[in-house]
């Protein structure tokens, strides 16, 4: 299994040189990918950009740009654009996002989020597997009057989908190569999101998606602490329909329920359930709820897991 952090912080946005070297500690760590948020401050794919070719051998991910706000020729321009500095280590995840950030933010209304997904994977896929596209929908267009494929931006870059929900989940499937889903425990992997997805997959013609799960965790001699902390870090996702709903299927509460946090070993067992569940990659995130310590530690231990 893949194993990779976020590099983000949850207190701070990191300056770019700081970023670099938190990646060049992972890869020494022996994770094997680091991925952004994408929020109103850095754009993610050109910092993926700039850290993958800082930081030769490690793969690059951003999870996740909202299509609201934005279009998927510039998309495809910011993804193939990383994938070429990166030398094909740039994985780019794309997500529905928050009605309230995307009204407040953008100043347009979130109308019809799952249509607009599906026109948008249909348009942008083309984008990247050969720079042209002739999409005429009912929300977008895409065409290409100009030549939009950048040299060396191979192999095509993988397209993943911040997607939990039915309708999300078969769109995903049908068109994109896997999802990033992000507070589903165990329980809601495996009897509702990995089904669902696979199941759209598979009668689409294609390929297994992949499950790259997201989950904040870490390990620390004081899991009571850092679950307080994580408490606090995690609630505004509890306001959140979508995340309200995995939140539910997985049987927690509280999105700091589902926070892996303990010693080596109660960690090591919490990713092997959702291996279990059908995720084919993890990212732990909010690795330095306990502090800078306790991040290396849960490095130390994600590393160990990516080789064993």
Same mark, same amino acid.
């Given at each position: 299994m893949t194993i990779g952090v976020t590099l983000s912080a949850t207190s701070r946005q990191l300056p770019i040189d700081a970023t670099v070297l938190?990646?060049?500690?992972?890869?020494?760590?022996?994770l094997r990918s680091a991925w952004f948020g994408q929020s109103f401050s850095y754009d993610s794919?050109?910092?993926?950009?700039?850290?993958?070719?800082?930081?030769?051998?490690?793969?690059?991910?951003?999870?996740?740009?909202?299509? #609201?706000?934005?279009?998927?020729?510039?998309?495809?321009?910011?993804?193939?654009?990383?994938?070429?500095?990166?030398?094909?280590?740039?994985h780019l995840g794309i997500a529905l996002g928050a009605r309230h950030l995307v009204e407040?933010? #953008?100043?347009?209304?979130?109308?019809?989020?799952?249509?607009?997904?599906?026109? #948008?994977l249909t348009a942008l896929r083309p984008l990247l597997e050969t720079g042209e596209a002739d999409f005429h929908g009912e929300l977008l267009t895409a065409t290409t009057p100009l030549p939009a494929a950048v040299p060396d931006a191979r192999p095509t870059v993988p397209l993943l989908v911040a997607a939990m929900g039915p309708q999300a989940l078969r769109v995903s499937g049908?068109?994109?190569?896997?999802?990033?889903? #992000?507070?589903?425990?165990?329980?809601?992997?495996?009897?509702?999101?990995?089904?669902?997805?696979?199941?759209?997959?598979?009668?689409?013609?294609?390929?297994?998606?992949?499950?790259?799960?997201?989950?904040?965790?870490?390990?620390?001699? %004081?899991? %009571?602490?850092?679950?307080?902390?994580?408490?606090?870090a995690l609630a505004l996702y509890e306001g959140i329909p979508s995340y309200q709903r995995a939140l539910a299927l997985s049987g927690a509460t509280r999105a700091a329920d589902l926070a892996?946090?303990?010693?080596?070993?109660?960690?090591?067992?919490?990713?092997?359930?959702?291996?279990?569940?059908?995720a084919t990659e993890v990212v732990f995130t909010a690795t330095d709820l306990g502090g800078e310590a306790d991040r290396r530690r849960t490095w130390k231990l994600l590393g160990e897991l990516a080789h064993s």
């Open positions: 938190l990646a060049r500690e992972a890869r020494e760590a022996g794919p050109l910092l993926a950009a700039i850290v993958g070719r800082e930081v030769p051998g490690l793969e690059v991910g951003t999870s996740a740009i909202p299509v #609201f706000g934005r279009h998927p020729l510039l998309i495809s321009s910011q993804a193939q654009t990383a994938q070429a500095a990166t030398g094909g280590r740039y407040q933010g #953008f100043g347009i209304p979130y109308e019809r989020p799952v249509a607009l997904l599906r026109e #948008f049908e068109l994109a190569d896997g999802i990033l889903p #992000f507070l589903a425990g165990p329980r809601a992997l495996a009897e509702h999101i990995v089904p669902a997805v696979t199941a759209a997959a598979e009668a689409a013609g294609r390929p297994a998606p992949r499950v790259v799960a997201l989950v904040p965790g870490v390990v620390t001699a %004081d899991p %009571d602490a850092v679950r307080e902390t994580a408490a606090g892996v946090v303990g010693d080596e070993e109660h960690v090591a067992a919490g990713i092997r359930r959702y291996r279990d569940a059908g």
